[in-house]
């Protein structure tokens, strides 16, 4: 099993550029979740997809901020414009089921905005 | 405002003796809690977890402990290894589902 897959696994870009982050569920798992981990405020869940469908955004922090999800086995977050305060480690993860203890994370993606 | 709190940044414990990482939560309607280890450039992983109903659990090395009245839970890890060297993140949720709210988490160092 290869785990989630997340893609890249850095960027650095520019104050006022497009970032699209990727990752790869674990295959067969039904739920998605997109986190944001900073010194601050540690692991932040930014959004939750269940089958694809987007089921609770309520951490995204700004219009400037979406994710899309088009098929099981593939999502999307993505920063335009990006500003530097959006620098931080993104964490992809999955799981079977909503109810699941247990969520796969993937290995992240450190983002950096100058 | 953060309803789980870490308030150790960091620990250090000697290989072979006991490691407590500790945690605080402000919501009493939390009644799910979990601890996950992140080493580095990785992704969290599951360690170990506790629901509400209990006041402790046990995995081997790893145990959690909860005390309702005080919002409070630690992880126990008996003895240290090593390999235990690790940030560790305790999570708490609402009736199971899926919106964990992480601390920030406690790097964990064992000395050799």
């Known amino acids: 099993d290869a785990g989630v897959i997340q893609s890249p696994r850095h960027e650095v870009t520019e104050m006022g550029q497009e970032v699209t982050l990727r990752c790869k569920p674990i295959s067969g798992h039904n739920s998605l979740f997109w986190y944001r981990q900073t010194m601050m405020r540690g692991l932040e869940l930014l959004i939750y997809f269940n089958n694809n469908v987007p089921i609770d955004d309520s951490g995204m922090p700004e219009d400037r901020f979406s994710a899309k999800m088009p098929n099981a086995s593939f999502s999307t977050l993505k920063i335009q414009p990006s500003e530097p305060r959006d620098s931080a480690v993104y964490f992809c993860?999955?799981?079977?089921?909503?109810?699941?203890?247990?969520?796969?994370f993937g290995p992240g993606t450190r983002l950096t905005v100058l | 405002d953060q309803q789980v709190k870490q308030n150790s940044p960091s620990l250090s414990v000697q290989e072979g003796r006991i490691s407590i990482l500790n945690c605080d939560y402000t919501?009493?309607?939390?009644?799910?809690f979990l601890w996950y280890k992140k080493y580095p450039a990785e992704g969290p992983t599951f360690l170990i977890s506790i629901s509400s109903i209990k006041d402790k659990n046990e995995d081997g090395r790893f145990t959690v402990f909860l005390n309702k009245s005080a919002k409070h839970l630690s992880l126990h890890i008996v003895p240290s290894q090593p390999g235990d060297s690790a940030v560790y993140f305790c999570a708490a949720s609402l009736g199971g589902t899926y919106k964990y709210i992480f601390g920030t988490g406690t790097r964990l160092k064992v000395l050799a």
């Open positions: 919501n009493s309607m939390f009644d799910y």
């Open positions: 993860a999955s799981s079977p089921d909503r109810y699941t203890d247990t969520q796969y």
